[in-house]
């Protein structure tokens, strides 16, 4: 069984929002951005960092995917984001389409760059990390996870929502990680505590 970063897994969904033109332009590195409501309701114990984890936009297939949750010191952002790099190639822009992600793992902090090479180099590194860590069995279960698989029909009929998700997890204040609340975790239920997974899975 996976022993899991606090706070973690995190599951996430909102609406692909623009973002600072980037990824694709300066890096080569396209990515997709969560609303501001999604990145002002991350819990505490999700802090700034570079994450791995699953992604999927509206009806399509689940991809691994590697995020970055911060300011992105390089380039001294103003606003927080939630930036995913989903490891596919799509063949157009999917602004306005529902993503849902779930953070499994964790691979550094954030940190500035000397050059746009270096911060090029570090993230190319990430997302080899991050397909590494996906590929493992036990982190290989959460790509039909429910969240996933229950896929909002709102999705599928051009009405997207930044809350409630399939009535499994929301974006509320702690992503429904509420006291009480359960969600489903690879093949079995764990219940969730002050937004923890309690079930011997959390390190």
């Known amino acids: 069984m996976a022993v899991f970063r606090r706070g973690l897994p995190h599951f996430a969904v909102g609406t692909v929002v623009k973002g600072f033109g980037r990824g694709s332009k300066e890096l080569g590195i396209p990515t997709a951005n969560f609303p501001e409501d999604v990145v002002e309701n991350l819990p505490e114990d999700i802090g700034t960092g570079i994450y791995y984890g699953w992604a999927k936009v509206d009806c399509g297939p689940t991809y691994k995917m590697v ?5 992105n010191p390089y380039y001294n952002n103003k606003k927080k984001s939630m930036e995913t790099h989903i ?105 969730i505590v002050n937004g923890t997974i309690q079930n011997g899975q959390v390190s």
């Open 67 to 71: 995020m970055s949750i911060g300011w």
């Open 87 to 191: 490891m596919h190639v799509f063949d157009n822009d999917f602004y306005g389409s529902e993503l849902r992600v779930v953070m499994l793992g964790y691979v550094r902090p954030e940190k500035n760059f000397k050059s746009l090479e270096s911060l090029i180099e570090a993230i190319n590194s990430d997302i080899a990390e991050a397909d590494k860590q996906l590929s493992l069995p036990e982190l290989q279960s959460f790509r039909e996870h429910a969240f996933f698989l229950k896929k909002s029909n709102a999705a599928c009929h051009n009405g997207i929502s930044n809350g409630l998700a399939d009535g499994i997890l929301s974006n509320g204040i702690a992503n429904g990680h509420q006291a009480n609340d359960t969600a489903i975790s690879g093949s079995s239920q764990d219940t």
